[in-house]
């Protein structure tokens, strides 16, 4: 009997411990000054995050219809990342279909301004975070996907380092679906904002390793067509980046999967460059 109590004694002790140096996985509340809203944002933060070190971090954004909570619902072994590869994980919300761009005609759908500017402004005050592009890399998925390049096309001087899984990288091919015209408007009146707000007509802004890139597509995924077409235009204009295909679809089961490819080059591109 005495073995048994202290061979309980012992379990208990070490799920105990293991709970204690999880990663902490904390739901933040944020102000948007551009949209005047608070705003919530998943931050996952390693075992041993201490103030005393600064650690890069990981913007993973959602995709079309979902929210900040997304990645930590439907993925439960996210937060592991953050203790394998030492890094900060921030999860932001971006609104049901925002495509994480700055709406000209939706009011109140800022969210370029809000993921590039504000946000990460937040998390370099309350974190101690490595507070320069070398610190920081952005993904997602989907909608996430076009919105990691979105922005880092945009702000090279913010990220350096991008990634894209499932992305919906050409918005014209796509003019009634996805909420896109509600941030937009419609396609046949204003194509204009379709072309330049499409991730594979913005490859201009950047140049030859400006940006670590990785991106990747499931070869059953619809998105699987224009996304090898983003790989193409890259290649034409010598812009290194990883381009994997794998078998999969536009389901969770293949962005799980992928995550863990994507996080560990970012984990190569900070260890590199810090």
């Not at 800022?110 to 590039?116: G, P």
Request: with cysteine; charged share 20%.
């Amino acid at each position: 009997m005495k073995n048994i109590f202290r061979i309980s004694l012992s379990l208990l002790c070490i799920l105990y411990t293991s709970v204690l140096l999880a990663a902490k996985v904390d739901t933040v509340t944020t102000f948007s000054a551009v949209m005047h809203k608070e705003i919530k944002a998943v931050v996952i933060t390693p075992r041993n995050y201490s103030s005393k070190s600064r650690l890069p971090v990981l913007y993973l954004l959602h995709g079309f219809s979902g929210n900040y909570s997304d990645w930590v619902k439907k993925d439960t072994g996210l937060a592991k990342l953050t203790d394998e590869y030492h890094m900060i994980i921030v999860c932001p919300d971006g609104d049901f279909a925002s495509w994480y761009f700055d709406s000209p005609v939706k009011a109140g759908s800022k969210y370029e301004t809000y993921v590039a500017g504000e946000l990460v402004s937040w998390i370099d005050q309350h974190y101690s975070t490595i507070a320069s592009r070398k610190g920081r890399a952005i993904a997602g998925l989907s909608m996430g996907g076009h919105g990691a390049l979105f922005l880092a096309f945009r702000h090279t001087s913010t990220f350096g380092a991008v990634g894209s899984m499932s992305g919906g990288v050409d918005l014209r091919a796509f003019p009634q679906s996805f909420g896109l015209d509600e941030v937009l408007g419609k396609y046949s009146e204003n194509p204009e904002r379709w072309e330049k707000n499409s991730v594979i007509n913005m490859l201009y802004l950047i140049t030859p390793n400006q940006l670590d890139i990785t991106i990747d597509c499931g070869a059953d995924d619809f998105f699987i067509r224009y996304n090898n077409k983003l790989h193409e235009a890259l290649l034409e204009r010598n812009i290194p980046h990883d381009y994997t295909v794998r078998p999969g679809s536009h389901a969770w089961e293949y962005w799980s999967n992928s995550i863990r490819y994507q996080a560990l080059f970012f984990h190569q591109y900070f260890e590199k460059n810090n």
